[in-house]
């Protein structure tokens, strides 16, 4: 990594750790960026088994790109709040980490609504996998 990356990269956690959301949506957020979300791809490379008894239909068998931005549900729910052409251009980044650097680039009160929106998604599918009520 070069030092004009490490800078972006500093100035970019300071943005994510600044926001004014709470502290469990950042560090939600920091752990997208840095792949440790147990998604489908994390949980094969870790060579863990994958289990079959997952209710929601964008659980663990699906990659992330899919549970936040592709999945039919979700693309619903960034139009509702009038975030459609956030999603669109979110749908352009080549990782987690990118898609990250690239909502904290939005204007702060529209990074906060779309890491909310992120989190709130991942805090209902795991509630519908483990069987609890939304």
Known sequence: MSSRE????????????????????????WRLAHNSLPLKQNIKRRGLPLTQDVRCACALMRMGDHCFLK??????????????QTRLALLLAKSAKVFVWNVLQLEQSLACKASLLVWKWWDARNKVNTGDSI
């Open 71 to 84: 999945c039919k549900l979700m693309k619903r729910c960034w139009r509702i709040l009038e975030m459609e």
């Open 6 to 29: 490490g800078d972006h990269d500093a100035q970019n956690w300071k943005k994510l750790w600044k926001l004014p959301c709470s502290p469990k949506i950042r560090h939600f957020i």
